[in-house]
């Protein structure tokens, strides 16, 4: 747990960063600091692992006023993931990794050792140890960013805007294997982003922050969405966030219809109803229209995935049916936008 | 030429001369990447240092290396034909041309880098000669290439205030009116000069295995 109470940083230039922080990170959580630049969403991150000191108020980690501690003692049981990965171009991807159990006493080997199971829990092939940080693509290297920052196994972790340098599709991919990681690690993590939707996307709760150092508003993701403390939070969220929030109800309420359905390859013939081809295992591959011609679907969605998901699957239907699967992707059902509508009417009342 | 060569004596002590310059061109270069390496580091942490010792670095090249030699006795109060003056001239010279590129090669190691060091529990020291100094070592190893072959030039000047070394060969020679130790002196010293380099290259590529394996 990281507890920041009454929290101010001023920089000697006269400007104040931070103001008044009063904020709970809970153990095993991912908590999100978004906001413009100028907000403090950095500053306060540093000041966890005294990269910079308040200049009023406390800091305590597992209870214990970070200022009581020697910063290269706190530091290294704080792992730290910082932008464009920061990796150290001399050394290979193996000793990068095993920097931090080689500054508290390891032996060579041992680190070593560990920096290969890192590197295969973040999901890089062993043989990438003996490269050095320049052979590698930027996503790897923020993967190993990561493997580096979790060597010592620290209980906390600081990640600062650690993807924002990647392009999008490796982005996504990269947040991904955050969740997994976190659900296997449990870590408490504190991560900076100037991306509201990368905050949206990973965090268990989100602090909005505006600039002068301010705290808008600090909530879980969904709360956010449906419910901004006040305009500049809102816009802050931006467009659509009626819809977005969409992403945080379950579809678990809504009732899949059947459906006619016909076999891949077979001859079409027209019919009044819209009909959904599927080959040999039930894997929806499209509809045929009425008059018998074929007609690529709309996205799919997992049955008791996110309700989102379900009415953007109507809605993105030629026939106006969504096509629910199950896990494997087989066919389960079909349900019609207003049937999606209905659920989330009777959720609000 | 063949008269002068085959006479063992004179194999000899062209051996001794060749010794004696090495050791007079390369100390200087030694305690010099010494010297620049912490000066450097003052320049990188203190603005105000970095513009003053560039300054006077600027300044102590444009001295004639002659007469260093000769001032430098006055200065530090050792005998004329010393070693120690050439010496010690030489390591002026060197770290004068080696600060600038070390403060420089300082500064552009990444901050991201830098931070990352720090963040990850380095203390200053330890982050220094682990991560600022070995990340420096290619900007290092190019001046430090200049430097042994302007050292090893500027040593026969030495001669003329008779200090010894291939530079011996020259003043025998025109004071001799006979060219074979010229001609031997030249090809020696060019030799040297070359070994000398290509030492430090084997040495910087042996230091810095990261830099070739981003070229293709």
Known sequence: MIEFRDVTKRFDDGTTAVNGLDLVVEAGTITVFVGPSGCGKTTSLRMVNRMLDPTSGT???????????????????????????????HRTVLDNVATVPLLTGWTRRKARARA??????????????????????????????????????????????????VDPVVREGLQDELLRLQA????????????????????????????????????????????????FVANFVGKDRGYRSLSFVDSSGVEVAE???????????????WRLVVDADKRP???????????????????????????????????????????EGRLAGVVTARQVLDVIESRRG | MVTYLSDAGTRAALLDR??????????????????????????????????????????????????LFAIIPALIGTRVLDPVNVISALTLYT?????????????????HVTAAATAMGFRPWRRFLTVELPLAVPVLAAGVRVGSVSNISLVSVGALIGTGGLGTLFTDGFQQRYLAPIIVGIVLTLVLALVVDLLLVLLRNRLTPWVLVGKP
Request: hydrophobic share 50%; aromatic share 6%; charged share 15%.
């Open chain 1, 59 to 89: 800091i305590l980690v597992d209870g214990k006023d970070v200022l009581g501690v020697d910063p290269p003692t706190l530091r290294r049981g704080i792992g730290y993931v910082i932008q464009q990965a920061g990796l150290f171009p």
């Open chain 1, 116 to 165: 290969a199971e890192l590197l295969e829990l973040v999901g890089l092939p062993a043989e990438l140890g003996r490269r050095y940080p320049v052979q590698l693509s930027g996503g790897q290297q923020q993967r190993v960013g990561v493997a580096r920052a979790l060597a010592a196994d620290p209980p906390v972790l600081l990640m600062d805007e650690p993807f924002s340098a």
């Open chain 1, 184 to 231: 296997e690690l449990d870590k408490t993590i504190v991560f900076v982003t100037h991306d509201i939707d990368e905050a949206i996307r990973i965090g268990d709760k989100v602090a909005v922050m505006r600039t002068g150092g301010f705290l808008a508003q600090y909530a879980p993701p969904a709360v956010l969405l449906t419910r901004p403390a006040d305009d």
């Open chain 1, 259 to 273: 459906v006619a359905t016909v076999a891949d390859g077979s001859a079409f013939e027209s019919s009044p109803d």
């Open chain 1, 285 to 327: 591959q499209g509809w045929v229209a009425p008059d018998a011609s074929v007609v690529p679907g709309g996205s799919l969605y997992e049955v008791g995935a996110s309700i989102r998901g379900a009415l953007d699957s109507a809605l993105s239907s030629p026939s106006g049916l969504g096509v629910a699967v199950d896990a």
């Open chain 2, 18 to 67: 060749l010794l004696e310059h090495v050791y007079l061109s390369l100390v200087p270069l030694v305690v010099s990447v010494v010297l620049a390496i912490v000066l450097g580091l003052l320049c990188h942490r203190f603005r105000p240092v970095n513009a003053t010792l560039i300054a006077l670095s600027n300044v102590l090249y444009t001295i004639p290396s002659l007469a």
């Open chain 2, 95 to 111: 770290t004068a041309l080696l600060v600038r590129p070390v403060a420089e090669a300082l500064d552009a190691v990444p901050s």
